[in-house]
């Protein structure tokens, strides 16, 4: 991390769980760090870190953020599970535009070095092979339609920002596959799958109830590895050409339970799958080459050693 030494960065969104965990990691790199925080208080506070209450839905909150600021990880995002996902997707739309649109102004006119925008494996179809970067054709799996184009549409102003004007601003575009880890957000209301999971074999539920069949197959990647690849690509790219991050080994969300259920020694759990209950895409699989070939991106934590870390994050919280 030593291109950041000195530095004055930004971390948007430092109560949420990427930006939680970036901020812990950043720590360490001898920047100035900076982190928003609106409506919620930060899950851990440093002296070295400072803090900024603003609004980014507005433009004189993104200005206020990004003055004097040589890097920005855009970290803040309104986020949720498959519920929400299925039953209000207009929840994702309007604050994510106001608050990527309205930062990416701020931060041109500040003149900031580089952003990192944090994307979506939505953006693409869906399909039975490992999708690669060139596989985006913009049409997207139903239930996504809405996240998928805000994200989508944000990529596409990026590449404006950074490719298509004469005065550029370098922004940086990577698509994770799904993240876990410690300071994930564990509500039932709005959790993701591994979360929701970990939190009902941590508590010990019997029956556990899952939503599906269980036999969706999906990428997941352990946070300490996303934020290993985020600060390798703020680094290293200068293009707004998306970028995924996977670990390139998929797992059902059966193996998940099992693991889990091994890891906690709940083995007399019973397990009900409730198929009525909301689910999203029941394949996704991605490639991570091209990472790797230009990031020298090598994920570290394979699914078993990541549940375990989560798993006794949350007990040990609690």
């Known amino acids: 991390m030593n291109y950041l030494k000195n530095k004055n960065v930004l971390v948007t969104g ?20 900076h982190t928003t925080i609106h409506t919620t208080e930060p899950q851990f506070k440093d002296r070295h870190i400072k803090y900024i209450n603003v609004d980014l839905t507005t433009a004189q909150g993104c200005l206020e953020a990004t003055h004097e600021i040589d890097y920005i ?21 309007t604050p994510n535009i106001l608050m990527n649109l309205s930062l990416y102004e701020a931060a041109y006119k500040n003149n900031v070095k580089k952003v990192l925008f ?7 179809p869906v399909t ?42 370098n922004i940086v575009v990577v698509r994770p596959a799904n993240l876990y880890g410690p300071y994930d957000d564990f509500e039932w209301e709005t959790s993701h799958v591994i979360p929701a ?32 690849g985020i600060i390798l690509a703020m680094e290293k790219v200068n293009s707004s050409k998306p970028i995924n991050l996977s670990l390139n080994k998929a797992v059902t969300v059966k193996e998940i339970l099992e693991h889990l259920i091994q890891i906690e020694g709940h ?29 020298g991106f090598s994920p570290k934590i394979q699914i078993k050693d990541g549940l375990f870390k989560t798993l006794n994050w949350y007990k040990n919280k609690k």
């Open 267 to 295: 083995g007399s759990a019973k397990i009900e799958y409730d198929t009525t209950k909301p689910t999203m895409i029941p394949k996704r699989l991605i490639d991570n080459k091209y990472a790797r070939e230009l990031l």
């Open 197 to 228: 999971l970990v939190r009902k074999v941590a508590e010990r539920h019997d029956p556990i109830e899952v939503w599906g069949d269980g036999k969706d197959l999906k990428e997941f990647l352990y946070i300490d590895d996303f934020i290993d």
């Open 73 to 93: 990880f855009m970290c803040a995002a309104n986020t949720s599970g498959a519920a929400v996902m299925e039953n209000n997707p207009l929840a994702h739309l």
């Open 118 to 124: 944090i994307s979506s494996n939505t953006v693409y």
């Open 128 to 169: 039975d092979y490992p999708v690669k970067e060139d596989d985006v054709t913009n049409e997207f799996f139903h239930k996504y339609f809405i996240v998928a184009w805000m994200k989508r549409f944000t990529e596409i102003v990026s590449e404006m920002y950074s490719e298509r004007i004469k005065e550029k601003m």
């Open 14 to 33: 430092g109560s949420g769980f990427v930006g939680t965990n970036l901020l812990k990691r950043l720590l360490e790199s001898g920047c100035n760090l």
